[in-house]
């Protein structure tokens, strides 16, 4: 089926640098999809190739189901045509002012000299003046700034010149819009008021995005999907609670928060690693075990957890950061690994506390062979 955006087969490089390779992916109408991934992974570029600022080397851009760059489906040879002759292709390209795309690049910031009525006007070129005012005063209705359009952009503050931003992305009733880390010049605290008033604003109108971040906690609570990208291709591609609960990777472990490994042992009460037994049936040897901080218990020894060996370990607290309503701790296992925990503001064990060490129950970890997690269902008993 086609989506809002549809790529296929989709390559670039930058000289002898492969930036995006290969790259199949489509966005349904409406989804809001997040790209993360390290520095250098390719995200931009995927961007730029949407909104026509790069031509691919190889594949196929759709937008709306039309064709904006690559080769059209194959034109078939002529019934007179050899057997075996290549089928002739023809190349398309549509120009970045022709694709139905909104931007909202750092780098496409407002124009200085405009008011922000002429900003937005900016994209409605070849629309009458009647039509174009109606929609400006929509769109700046639409993220609660309709006062400001005799304004200039540096008579609006950071989070104002953000929304007016995607006020303008979005008047020419673009089929996707694409945001390149769009809050990240906002400080913390306006980042994630103009993030969901943002999400909110395309929500209402229905409209597709692929927003580029750094950000884990904006990845998880912004896309729909998220596509952690590496080395020029998606790596996973799935819900939040797929890439953050099954990664499919070590990779994707450790990149969508934080995680520690723990090899595992399989002994005859089931699969264990140092912190316990661990709910998963599997017949996998040699397999580590992921084990994010939200999901270690830390309690003080005591007499149930005499003998419980089973269950956690004796460890001692090596670390302590205080993130302000939690608390990490870091805590040194009988091995000589460590392994983290977030501890609710309430709890702070101080540096050389013996704690015991365990998984919470009901926890089913990810379990990896080498640099894949494998499939798993959790242990019933
Ligand atoms: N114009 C260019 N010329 C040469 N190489 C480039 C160019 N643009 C990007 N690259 C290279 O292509 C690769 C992908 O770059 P890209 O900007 O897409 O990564 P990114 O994931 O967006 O990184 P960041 O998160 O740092 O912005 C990198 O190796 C980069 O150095």
């Not at 190739?49 to 760059?69: F, K, S, Y």
């Not at 994707?252 to 049936?281: I, N, R």
Request: one cysteine or more; charged letters at 20%.
């Amino acid at each position: 089926m086609t989506g809002a955006l549809d790529l296929t087969g989709v390559s670039k490089s930058y000289g002898d640098t492969p930036a995006v390779r290969a790259l199949d992916l489509s966005v349904a109408q409406g989804e809001i999809l997040a790209l993360i991934g390290p520095s250098g992974c390719g995200k931009s570029t995927l961007l730029r190739l949407v909104a026509g600022l790069e031509r691919p080397d190889q594949g196929t851009l759709r937008v709306g189901g039309e064709v904006v760059a690559g080769t059209a489906s194959a034109v078939p040879n002529s019934p007179n045509s050899s057997v075996g002759h290549a089928p002739v292709t023809r190349a398309q390209w549509v120009p970045p002012e022709k694709r139905r795309v909104g931007l909202v690049f750092q780098e496409h910031a407002l124009f200085p000299h405009l008011s922000v009525g002429d900003n937005i006007r900016f994209g409605l070129d070849g629309v009458r003046r009647t039509e174009q005012d109606a929609r400006v005063r929509e769109v700046l209705d639409l993220v609660h700034l309709p006062h400001v359009a005799d304004r200039y952009p540096h008579e609006l503050s950071g989070g104002e010149q953000q929304r007016i931003a995607l006020a303008r992305a979005l008047a020419p009733r673009p089929a996707v819009v694409l945001m390149d880390e769009p809050f990240s010049s906002l400080d913390e605290s306006l980042r994630a008021r103009v993030r969901t008033d943002t999400v909110d604003i395309l929500r209402a109108t229905g409209t597709t995005a692929v927003l580029v971040t750094h950000d884990q906690t904006e990845a998880l609570t912004v896309g729909d999907r998220i596509g952690v990208m590496r080395d020029g291709v998606i790596e996973q591609l799935g819900t939040p609670v797929q890439v953050f609960e099954r990664p499919v990777s070590r990779f994707v472990a450790s990149f969508m928060g934080d995680a520690d490994f723990l090899p595992s042992s399989v002994d005859e009460h089931g699969l264990a690693c140092e912190l316990g037994l661990v709910t998963v049936q599997t017949d996998v040897a040699d397999a580590e075990v992921v084990v994010r901080p939200h999901e270690v218990s830390l309690t003080l020894p005591g007499p149930e957890t005499d003998g419980a060996e089973h269950h956690g370990a004796l460890a001692v607290v090596d670390r302590v950061e205080y993130h302000g309503a939690f608390i990490l701790h870091t805590v040194l296992l009988p091995s000589g690994r460590t392994v983290r925990s977030w501890q609710p503001h309430s709890i702070r064990y101080p540096v050389g506390t013996k704690v015991f060490a365990s998984i919470h129950p009901g926890m089913v970890p990810s379990l990896l062979v080498g640099e894949r997690t494998v499939t798993h269902a959790p242990n019933t008993h």
